[in-house]
């Protein structure tokens, strides 16, 4: 039997169809627009029967046995009884605020974001905390300050394609469909990447920017753009303010200025602001590449600045606004105290510039731990992440997870971060657990991600642990509902769409026609009802209300004071396919044929140090050393190297993020640079 449902083995949400027999998972295959054959594959969907029955699944609760010596078994009653008396006890010792709710990305941001945020804010305390200061979201705040929404790319209708910072090939597959059905109907393709991707490969225009420095190329590309009379002259006048402003800031990055620091050429970057500015319409797909470095924030409003000045916005074949599908806010942050600070507060513009997405800068989390600042951590509860192995200065982290008093962990599998809990709670996988979706929600049309089979073993969808614990802790008036359908039906009723209209349209339910160019009619989502190329809320906040008015400030590389003794730039290497970030190594098929924890090298740099193809080489920067094994290759250019990311549950030795630091952070948006630092090899 055939069902439609909602992958979410990354952040992709592709919708499925699954094929199921005698309630047992057989296989998925990813829709698409194109005929089967000429679909892209994934891995990981090609291994969900191997995923969800993987003999490295948990399948009942864990408990840390008295001596500490390991894990016993329990039931989930004793499991969730002795969170609950944590959470009790924590909050009569320290207060509420003392426990901390700590989200990745493998259950989702919609309504299994929203549950955790419902709990923790009935409960007294603001400190449900995401990872969005390094992925995503910083970028979704940005875009927000400048045109009150996230723009989301039609690539497939573009005439000119930007991918700044993104490989949807190992990423979002649907995505790089769209991408290369255009460049084959005759789109202009432009690949902005440090390192030679396939994407890169394909480009009609491939510029190989030295990483962290995007926001210099496309404050030129302003200026460019503004100085040659290039901009939608009627757009701006009619629909942005702040343009002098902009104006003004801009002409201090001139081509000639810029090129040099950032690896290209003044004739590179004139030639790529008049083929965005003139070549319509234009799409700009940014990406990861951008997070991870303290300048995400106004490098991606510089980045959505050249959308509004070129009028590549809410167009066919431009960057989209959303149509987001009306659905009730369900986490209740008006239970929280007047003066509930999260620990999270010193970011207080990135923590309320969406209703519904909270507080993202997830290192305020180790601070509270080791250095109790602002206050105390005493509990977390890690949800669907891996801590250990994601967040930088790897280090620094284990310290802070090693000193809590209670660490509850809920995942399909044991990892570094489960090592280390008093209870482990078993979390169904995707296919066995109904749920709506962030992309969904934010807009149209509505997909439902349905469970085709049972939860396998004893372990539970996220919502059922977060209802019973939240009744556990007196919560049962909050936590109503006994089943995902029931609370779905809630959440959605202001849309007029339930569980049951959903899976009759199981192809995708649009609540709302597809517009265009919705501005016409309706204002910007921004305090002015305009495009904000000044934004007065940043500049009252005591920021920059143009992006690096100030100037682009020191170098965005993690330890680039300290190149002589750290020669060679490192990058985190790319988000291979078959894996989600530090998830799946446990399979055997997606282990198979694969690179595996490897250091990319140029060929020159080889040479000079001696090393060879298959070598076994140290990685060292201030912050640690690490192992992975040479491969040689010109991905990269001369004096840079690329390592493979997400490999610390695997093998500890080639945890990259033993390499990283979150020393110094955004001003805004409290990102700290981990994608790229200055280290230093040698053969082991």
């Given amino acids: 039997m055939m069902t439609d449902t909602v992958c979410r083995f990354c952040s992709s949400c592709c919708p499925v169809e699954a094929e199921v027999e005698n309630n047992r998972l057989v296989g998925a295959r990813r829709k698409s627009f194109l005929d089967p054959d000429k679909r892209l594959s994934c891995a990981k969907l090609a291994a969900a029967a191997e995923i969800v029955y993987s003999p490295q699944r948990l399948l009942k609760p864990l408990i840390k046995k008295e001596d500490g010596a390991g894990f016993r078994e329990a039931e989930w009653d004793e499991a969730l009884g002795l969170v609950a008396e944590k959470f009790q006890q924590h909050k009569k010792e320290n207060g509420a605020q003392s426990i901390g709710w700590l989200r990745g990305m493998a259950a989702d941001w919609g309504a299994p974001w929203d549950y955790p945020n419902r709990l923790m804010n009935s409960f007294g305390s603001p400190n449900t905390i995401g990872n969005g200061s390094i992925c995503f979201v910083a970028r979704d705040f940005a875009h927000s300050y400048v045109y009150g929404s996230m723009a989301f790319p039609e690539a497939k209708g573009a005439k000119c394609i930007i991918i700044w910072g993104k490989n949807d090939g190992n990423t979002a597959l649907g995505a790089a469909e769209g991408i290369h059905w255009a460049k084959e109907h005759g789109a202009h393709l432009v690949v902005i990447d440090p390192v030679e991707t396939a ?22 590309m302003i200026n460019e753009i503004i100085g040659n009379g290039l901009y939608d002259a009627e757009f701006v006048e009619t629909y942005c303010q702040g343009f002098d402003e902009l104006k003004q800031v801009a002409a201090k990055y001139p081509a000639e200025e810029v090129a040099e620091q950032i690896w290209l050429t003044p004739q590179q970057i004139r030639d790529l602001a008049h083929l965005y500015a003139t070549t319509k319409p234009a799409a700009i797909v940014d990406g990861n590449g951008l997070d991870m470095h303290r300048e995400v924030f106004d490098t991606t409003r510089a980045i959505a600045m050249l959308r509004a000045l070129t009028g590549n916005l809410d167009k066919p074949g431009s960057d989209v606004l959303p149509q987001p599908v009306p659905a009730r806010n369900i986490q209740l942050a008006d239970r929280l105290p007047a003066d509930a ?94 749920q709506l979706n962030r992309s969904s929600i934010r807009n149209n049309p509505l997909f439902l991600q349905d469970a085709v089979i049972e939860p396998i073993g004893d372990s539970w969808p996220d919502w059922k642990i977060v209802f019973e614990l939240g009744r556990r802790l007196g919560l049962a008036e909050e936590f109503p509902w006994q089943s995902a359908e029931e609370a779905i039906d809630y959440q959605l009723e202001p849309a007029g769409v339930s569980v049951a209209d959903l899976r009759k349209n199981g192809k995708g ?32 906040a005591g920021f920059p209300g143009v992006p690096f008015a100030d100037g682009f400030g020191p170098s965005p590389i993690s330890f680039a004071s300290q190149s002589v003794e750290y020669p060679l730039l490192g990058v985190s290497g790319s988000r291979d396919i078959r894996f989600t970030n530090s998830q799946y190594r446990t399979i055997p098929s997606l282990l198979n044929g694969g690179a595996g924890a490897v250091v990319d090298i140029h060929p020159e740099d080889a040479m000079a140090q001696g090393f060879s193809e298959g070598d076994r080489i140290g990685i060292e920067t201030p912050k640690g050393f690490i192992e992975m094994t040479a491969r040689l290759s010109k991905t990269v250019r001369p004096g840079m190297v690329r390592l493979a990311w997400g490999w610390g549950d695997y093998d500890q030795k080639a945890n990259l993020n033993s390499l990283t630091e979150d020393d110094i952070r955004g001003a805004v948006s409290g990102t700290s640079t981990s994608r790229s630092f200055m280290c230093r090899l040698r053969r082991m």
């Avoid at 999260?342 to 207080?348: L, R």
């Avoid at 044991?414 to 078993?426: G, R, W, Y």
């Avoid at 517009?515 to 934004?535: A, M, V």
């Fill in 341 to 434: 600070q999260p620990i999270t507060s010193e970011f207080a513009l990135f923590n309320t510039f969406s209703e519904t997405w909270g507080n993202q800068v997830q290192g305020c989390v180790v601070d509270a731990i080791l250095n109790e600042k602002p206050y105390p951590l005493k509990m977390v509860v890690v949800q669907s992440g891996n801590p250990l192995v994601t967040m930088a200065d790897s280090s620094r982290t284990r310290e802070a997870f090693s000193k809590l008093e209670t660490l509850v962990v809920i995942d399909m599998f044991m990892t570094e971060t489960a090592k280390l809990a008093d209870v482990i709670l078993p979390a169904s996988s995707c296919f066995e657990k109904t």
């Fill in 509 to 540: 339910l649009r609540i709302e026609e597809l517009r265009y160019e919705k501005y016409r009619d309706q204002p910007f989502k921004t305090p002015s009802g305009k495009i904000e190329l000044f934004s007065e809320r940043l500049h009252a």
């Fill in 199 to 220: 994407l890169a490969r394909k480009a009609d225009t491939w510029l190989q920017i030295k990483p962290g420095h995007d926001g210099l190329l496309a404050m030129a």
